[in-house]
């Protein structure tokens, strides 16, 4: 549905979800959401309901990633329609109790937006993360994101892969933003990082008040880098890990990686090279919680999306 | 200068994994196992909480040797990593007994941005001299070597059961994290410790002297919310990182989450252990401590 002008019509946003300790050991989410519930001021906006909700109470209660499963990967169709009740994994329980609140995922009761804040112990920076390339109204906050805080960086990660893609807490609503900011250690409560994410949001607010309010958004582009392939570390016959991130590859997420380059170094100091067929853009790398689902980063390719222009309905 | 003559130190121990989710030391001891090392004794002190990828199971276990709790009796009800330290002090010790290991070296990781450090009790300036040689060979490393004062009785650590003990600490490194240049200067560390005790027990003499050291004197707990007991601020960006920095009065150390900065109001001190993680339950967002100058005695091997 156009205009004459050529935007996309879009519904107003006005049901927009913060969602913090979805992984309970992420401390800025946690911090920030609980910091927006006593106190939501910095989170009003005109024509915005903004709600900040702890995704996953007892994995923050206990300061662990999740209780029985991940639950930013608990929102498969399957689990969201799983009888069971008290017997289903606590995550699945969430997942559907969530899905309750903030959903139905696919529906038109769904909320408008849902920002889901974590940490990772990885070098990222500020990354937006977007699982669709289609999703006109992420790509548009996102560019206006990636202006407001130049010179400063924010990078948007692509997943949109069949195979690596996982069903998030967000994409419970119909506009699911991840805001993954790093390096930070589980745990920890870093006051950069925690301000980084603060800005973030702010403006991710104020994007959708002026969306709300009926600013048009011309047509733009928005790099992303498009997540590629799953990297696992070298492991033994009997899975376990014998070599590390290379010191040079470490702490280097979206620098270039080359065929030849190093990638591993053994516990005894052998380097084992990047044997791909061109360049790739690594990231996640060495990230703590994924140790157990067998990946040391993902490779991804660097693509400019082009986003119409969009206005409210 | 005082010299001292020491029998051989021929029983070592490393121990790795005291805490599950230190990563540097589960995996050196793995590989020492695997490499089948007949010179030192390997223990994985925390079987069930690697597995977890936790730091304990029921409680600290690098808390649990203080004298009082070892000659406690051990019930059914007895957390994991107690009934854990009397096995390690079985293995290891007893403490304070002939029997125990000549020196037991436990290898840890911190989120804090201390570099590689050495922990030690008091009375053992044997690791003094470790530290000097370690010194003089990793001269571009940021290396330090802190003193608890707490006599060995009260001595809560696991490297306190052998005769002579302490502990590696190198960060900053994440929980559940490996990461190369920390392994690399963990393994460094131990390695020149290793060769250290072979020129000793070959009879090589180390002269004393002075070095310089941080003794640990107070801790510092976040500004928490009276009714809740939730912390209200992060460390300050100007000192988040700053390990071993001197702190001066008036020195911002919080940042709370409505953008007040709160300023250090006590004397010059040294902080450390700025913002691990595993202190956040222990009520600490850093430790203080005094720098000394430590004399050491030159040593070499007793022959009988």
Known sequence: MSSHSGAVCLDEARRVAIFGGTHGNEMSGVTLVNLWTKNGAEIQRKRVESKPFITNPKAVEKCTRYVDTDLNRAFTAENLSATGGDDLPYEVQRAQEINRIFGPKGSPEAYDVIFDLHNTTSNMGCTLILESSKDHFNLQMMNYIKKAITPASCLVLLNEHPLLKYSTSRSVAKHPIGLEVGPQPQGVLRSNIFEAMRVILKLALDFIELFNEGMEFPPCTVEVFRVSERVDYPRDANGNIIAMVHPNLQDCDWEPLNPGDPMFQTFDGKTIHYQGSGTVYPTFINEAAYYEKQQAFVTTRRETLVASAIRKA | ?304
């Open chain 2, 1 to 304: 200068m005082e010299h001292v003559f020491l029998p051989p130190l021929s029983r070592v121990a490393v121990c790795g994994g005291t805490h599950g989710n230190e990563m540097s030391g589960v995996y050196m001891v793995r590989e020492m196992q695997r490499q089948k090392l007949e010179a030192v004794t390997t223990v994985l002190s925390n079987p069930r909480a690697v597995d977890a990828c936790r730091r304990y199971i029921d409680t600290d276990l690098n808390r649990c040797f203080p004298d009082e709790l070892l000659n406690a009796p051990i019930t059914d009800s007895s957390p994991y990593e107690l009934r854990r330290a009397h096995e390690l002090n079985a293995q290891l010790g007893p403490k304070g007994s002939d029997a125990a290991m000549d020196l037991v070296v436990d290898l840890h990781n911190t989120t804090a941005n201390m570099g590689l450090c050495f922990i030690f009790y008091s009375k053992d300036w044997l690791t003094l001299h470790i530290y000097k040689y370690i010194q003089s060979k990793m001269a571009s490393v940021p290396l330090r070597v802190i003193q608890l004062d707490i006599p060995i009785s009260e001595a809560y650590s696991l490297e306190s059961v052998g005769k002579h003990g302490f502990a590696i600490e190198v960060g900053p490194q994440p929980t559940g994290v490996l990461r190369a240049d920390i392994y690399n200067m963990m393994k460094e560390a131990l390695d020149l410790t290793i060769e250290w005790l072979q020129k000793f027990n070959s009879g090589s003499t180390f002269e004393g002297g002075e070095v310089e050291a941080y003794v640990r004197l107070e801790s510092v707990d976040y500004p928490r919310d009276p009714k809740t007991g939730e912390i209200t601020a992060a460390i300050h960006p100007q000192l988040q990182d700053n390990d071993f920095k001197l702190l001066r009065r008036g020195d911002p150390i919080f940042q709370s989450f409505s953008g007040e900065t709160l300023k250090h109001k006590g004397e010059e001190l040294y902080p450390f252990f700025v913002n691990e993680c595993a202190y956040y339950e222990k009520k600490v967002a850093f430790l203080l401590a005094r720098k000394v100058t430590l004399t050491f005695p030159s040593i070499s091997l007793k022959r009988d």
